[in-house]
């Protein structure tokens, strides 16, 4: 999905990272987009470790619809231990936890659009997250 997320990282040799992702137009998104449909991020790496993060803008299913759902991805062959936090305006959520190989670990209903529309002004229908 070219262009629509620009993304980058600090402390990228560090075993803890911070990666942040600008995703253009997301209020539109959320109003418009059918649960399920979602943004992967690039894949990234801690340590020795390879992720990814995927973004449902309105929900990974009708369950979730209304919510922004996040997920983090351990896209290697062995479990990683993984301590998260995932930031969306002033709405945060962390956790420890631990990743089977292949597979990933998430929130459905990490915060409803209510909790963050009309909160910003920066986020206009065209505006970015």
């Given at each position: 999905m070219p262009g629509?997320?620009?993304e980058w990282k600090t402390n990228p040799d560090a075993p803890k990272?911070?990666?942040f992702i600008r995703i253009s137009g997301f209020r539109h998104k959320m109003k418009t987009w059918r649960p399920g449909r979602n943004i992967w991020s690039k894949a990234f790496s801690v340590g020795e470790s390879i992720f990814s993060v995927s973004i449902y803008p309105n929900?990974?299913?009708k369950k979730a619809k209304?919510?922004?759902s996040v997920f983090i991805?351990?896209?290697n062959d062995w479990d990683v231990k993984v301590n998260a936090t995932f930031t969306i305006g002033n709405q945060s959520i962390n956790g420890q936890f631990q990743i089977s190989p292949n597979s990933g670990h998430g929130w459905?209903?990490?915060c409803e659009h209510g909790d963050i529309l009309g909160e910003y002004d920066e986020y206009s229908d065209n505006g970015n997250l």
């Open positions: 629509m997320t620009e990272l911070e990666y929900g990974d299913g209304g919510h922004i991805s351990n896209k459905a209903e990490f």
